[in-house]
């Protein structure tokens, strides 16, 4: 079925292609972290302006996507435009973005450790200054949920809501992580699965120690407020 965006202003149809060629480049992340196996895991993005998201077209390989197999649907997940199917998590990724407003990017993988995690049904603990910094605590598990309908969402946005995590571990399923755009969604999808992996090794060694809430506190801010290039103001001109 093919849809279309006449309805929808010259202003909207070209950021629709352009979230499409970013939500494309995107996915070439999943594959190169192995984060996925064949054609699991999916990333969308938000539509600035419109109550739209892209994401991956459903079973085609990563190998094949292009910016134009990007599928392209409304918050209550229904096919706005495009060639194929939407990914079989797409009502999940649109009831974060119809209840979740400060959500640009949603991201879902079976990273192996991350998703080990999960089927334990554990959290992962905050035992490292990565995870203070990135996460602002431990990683939280979230409902075992079907896949089908908007449950997987409903799970996603309970666990998260009140959380500073943009990474949660669907139970015995995998993990599902937000950002302000799909980039910073890719960037925790990534993260979930190197924090997953360490604190496992870890544990084979011993007993992690835990951080301090206040030492906690304190990364999560300087990392979320400080770390990286900051914008430098202007100066004004010598008269």
């Known amino acids: 079925m093919t849809a279309d965006l006449v309805s929808y202003d010259a202003d909207v149809r070209r950021d629709v292609q352009q979230v ?4 494309c480049a995107l996915h070439a ?3 190169r972290w192995e984060l996925v196996a064949w054609t699991a895991g999916n990333v969308s993005q938000r539509v600035p302006g419109a109550d739209l998201f892209v994401i991956k077209p459903s079973g085609v390989s990563y190998d094949e996507l292009t910016p134009e197999s990007m599928v392209v649907c409304d918050l209550q997940g229904r096919l706005v435009e495009g060639e194929h199917a939407p990914s ?3 009502a999940a990724h649109a009831y974060v973005y119809a209840h979740l407003p400060h959500v640009g990017g949603v991201v879902h993988t079976h ?3 991350a998703t080990a995690w999960a089927a334990r049904g554990e959290e992962i603990p905050c035992v490292l200054t990565m995870m203070a910094d990135e996460f602002g605590g431990p990683v939280p ?3 075992f949920a079907v896949i089908g309908d908007d449950s997987i969402g409903r799970g996603i ?6 959380s500073r995590s943009p990474a949660v571990l669907m139970r015995n399923h995998g993990p599902f992580t937000i950002g302000r755009d799909g ?9 979930v699965e190197e924090v997953a992996r360490t604190v496992h090794l870890a544990r084979q060694l011993g007993a992690p120690m835990p951080i301090d809430q206040e030492h906690i506190d304190s990364l999560y801010a300087r ?3 400080v770390y990286g290039q900051q914008p430098v103001p202007a100066t004004r001109p010598p008269d």
């Open 20 to 23: 499409r060629e970013i939500v």
């Open 29 to 31: 992340e999943l594959p």
């Open 88 to 90: 079989s998590d797409t």
């Open 111 to 113: 990273s192996t450790y």
């Open 141 to 143: 598990v979230g409902p």
């Open 157 to 162: 946005v309970e666990t998260l809501r009140d």
């Open 183 to 191: 980039r910073a969604a890719v960037k925790a999808a990534v993260l």
């Open 223 to 225: 990392y979320q407020n």
